[in-house]
């Protein structure tokens, strides 16, 4: 039968709002991390990385958590706008050269 | 403005049917990926090339090839058709080395239904 995939967590708030998104990675030897958008019909766009050493980075209007203890990754975006809905996922990196993907989780800006 | 094109973004066709899905790019990067993605899996790596005529299997090679014989072009090839094979397909490519989030380029995707 057609594969059918899980349902997308979706986070919504209001407009000038902040929003925080989670991502749990799975594999302690990771040592670099990434953010990406994705908007409907479009390819994943770079937002923000973080290195395995730092606990913290920040970019315009978005800030980047990591906590290696528990193996958690936030994206914290700032005043969110209505150009910021769509789909966003972290993805791990580990010296196996490969990038391993989160599932996603579809932010919604309410006006 | 650098370039991963997908040629075809949607295509609808029939069980049993070979599809071409083709990637080209225009930043003579050595590695390409092909990735599907379902909402709530991710993007799950089907096949990556290292170089002209490579191809090693990813997460989920089964039903799937590939054929690499320019190094702009990768092209994912499905032998027969089936329904579960609806989804979206990205590909992407990077230079050789340590990776970096931002040299990392995605095309549009290929939205496929297999029906």
């Known amino acids: 039968g057609e594969s059918v995939g899980l349902h997308l967590p979706t986070l919504s708030v209001q407009e000038g709002d902040n929003s925080i998104i989670n991502c749990a990675y799975s594999?302690?030897?990771?040592?670099?991390f990434i953010w990406y958008k994705q908007e409907s019909g479009k390819g994943p766009q770079f937002i923000i990385d973080?290195?395995?050493?730092?606990d913290k980075r920040q970019g315009q209007r978005v800030t980047v958590l990591l906590n290696k203890t528990v193996k958690h990754l936030s994206l914290q975006i700032a005043a969110t706008q209505p150009g910021d809905s769509a789909v966003y996922f972290c993805?791990?990196?580990?010296?196996?050269?490969?990038?391993?993907f989160g599932g996603g989780t579809r932010l919604m800006v309410k006006p | 403005d650098v370039k991963v094109t997908q040629s075809s973004r949607y295509l609808v066709k029939r069980t049993g049917e070979k599809v071409f899905l083709e990637c080209v790019q225009d930043?003579?990067?050595?590695?390409m990926f092909w990735y599907r993605q379902d909402p709530g899996l991710g993007l799950r790596l089907i096949y990556f090339?290292?170089?002209?005529?490579?191809?090693e299997k990813g997460d989920i090679p089964e039903g799937y090839s590939v054929s690499r014989e320019k190094k702009e072009r990768f092209s994912l090839i499905l032998e027969s058709a089936s329904t579960n094979q609806t989804s979206m397909y990205l590909c992407?490519?990077?230079?050789?080395?340590?990776?970096?989030?931002?040299?990392?380029?995605f095309g549009e995707g290929s939205w496929l239904t297999v029906v």
């Open positions: 594999n302690s030897a990771s040592d670099y």
């Open positions: 992407a490519s990077t230079a050789p080395g340590r990776l970096s989030g931002n040299t990392i380029y």
């Open positions: 973080i290195r395995s050493n730092m």
């Open positions: 930043m003579d990067h050595e590695n």
């Open positions: 090339s290292y170089d002209v005529k490579m191809k």
């Open positions: 993805a791990e990196y580990n010296a196996g050269n490969m990038l391993t």
